[in-house]
């Protein structure tokens, strides 16, 4: 069974930052990829950040020089460091791995 499970979600002020982790388990390839979306209330979902196999990472202009996306190749874990985190951030944040699985998401909210 496949699940790509996202926990670090939380509150925290304008300024602030906060750390998401994506651990992945039963999938036998693509482990080595993967992506962060997310999607606000009555706005489509979009990528925030996405990692290659070769490590290679591209990120949405929204958060350039905010976010940095890593991998965990021995642990399956896809992680998205948040800095100066803004109220625009606000959203439901997806974890999303190449064969087509999705996390269950994780809320962020930023407060004025």
């Known amino acids: 069974q496949v699940q790509l499970v996202e926990t670090g979600g939380g509150l925290v002020e304008a300024g602030g930052s906060l750390r998401l982790s994506c651990a992945v388990s039963?999938?036998?390839?693509?482990?080595?990829?993967g992506s962060w979306y997310r999607q606000a209330p009555g706005q489509q979902r979009e990528l925030v950040a996405q990692?290659?196999?070769?490590?290679?990472?591209d990120y949405g202009d929204s958060v350039k020089g905010r976010f940095t996306i890593s991998k965990d190749d021995s642990k399956s874990t896809i992680d998205l460091q948040m800095n100066n985190l803004k109220p625009e951030d606000t959203a439901v944040y997806y974890c999303?791995?190449?064969?087509?699985?999705w996390g269950q998401g994780t809320q962020v909210t930023v407060s004025y």
């Open positions: 039963g999938l036998l390839s693509n482990i080595r990829a």
């Open positions: 990692i290659y196999r070769d490590g290679r990472t």
């Open positions: 999303y791995n190449p064969s087509g699985y």
